[in-house]
């Protein structure tokens, strides 16, 4: 049976990517926890998905616009990110998350250069993957603990996938792009298959009876795939 991977955390029940949807994912029974990675002009890695952060906070319309990487820890210590929440930093995050495995989204890297270097200092050998849809911020890292993972929005050819098995364990895809032959194909050149994000009861059924044995799924409704699996298991 696939893990159930929480995406933002539980983060139909909880702000996403917070501290309180992490806890709200443990509660649900989630295998692992999916979050972003963004950087700070003064340096913090921190956790938030969106460029700005108008939609996931109450940041007021001086800096509601501004780019994640224009503004500085302070700043988002000052936004309610949902429910008294605060936007929280990739270490607040990993002590949170104790030994749950955790997958770490490198968003928008290119406004980062760097970045993936300063995120596996960060875990400090601590287990994790690192991924992202840009093959460049993860190509070539390499630490102990750390598993490397691409990102697709579509289904990849055969040449992509060749070149993506040079540095890869991990290929999760869009699940609408998911087949049983594009499963295959991953395993057969040795990488971990998975899929995002799927959150409604008919296509996580699909995705766990068609035989497609994926290692993962990512989910903002975990407590509703654990219930599947575990009546499939």
Not at 117 to 145: I, K, N, Y
Not at 163 to 179: G, N
Request: aromatic share 2%; with cysteine; proline share 6%.
């Amino acid at each position: 049976m696939p893990d159930v991977v929480a995406h933002r955390g539980a983060s139909a029940d909880a702000p996403e990517n917070t501290l309180a949807a992490v806890a709200e994912a443990r509660r649900q029974g989630a295998d692992g926890l999916e979050v972003d990675v963004q950087r700070t002009v003064d340096g913090a890695l921190v956790i938030h998905h969106d460029a700005t952060p108008r939609r996931t906070t109450d940041a007021g319309e001086a800096l509601a616009d501004q780019p994640l990487g224009a503004l500085t820890l302070a700043d988002l210590r000052t936004f309610d990110a949902g429910a008294g929440e605060r936007i929280p930093t990739l270490a607040e995050l990993l002590d949170a998350a104790g030994d749950l495995p955790v997958l770490l989204e490198l968003k928008d890297p290119w406004h980062y250069p760097g970045i993936g270097d300063e995120v596996v200092a960060e875990l400090a050998g601590r287990p994790a993957v690192v991924m992202s849809f840009d093959p460049t911020a993860v190509r070539g890292l390499a630490a102990p603990g750390v598993r490397v993972g691409q990102l697709l929005a579509a289904a990849p050819d055969a040449a992509l996938l060749d070149d993506i098995a040079t540095y890869a364990e991990l290929l999760t895809v869009d699940h609408r792009a998911m087949t049983a032959d594009l499963v295959a194909a991953i395993r057969e050149r040795g990488m971990s298959p998975g899929v995002f994000t799927v959150n409604e009861g008919a296509e996580m059924r699909r995705m766990l009876e068609l035989g497609l044995g994926l290692d993962r799924i990512i989910t903002d409704r975990p407590r509703c795939l654990r219930q599947l699996v575990d009546v499939q298991h």
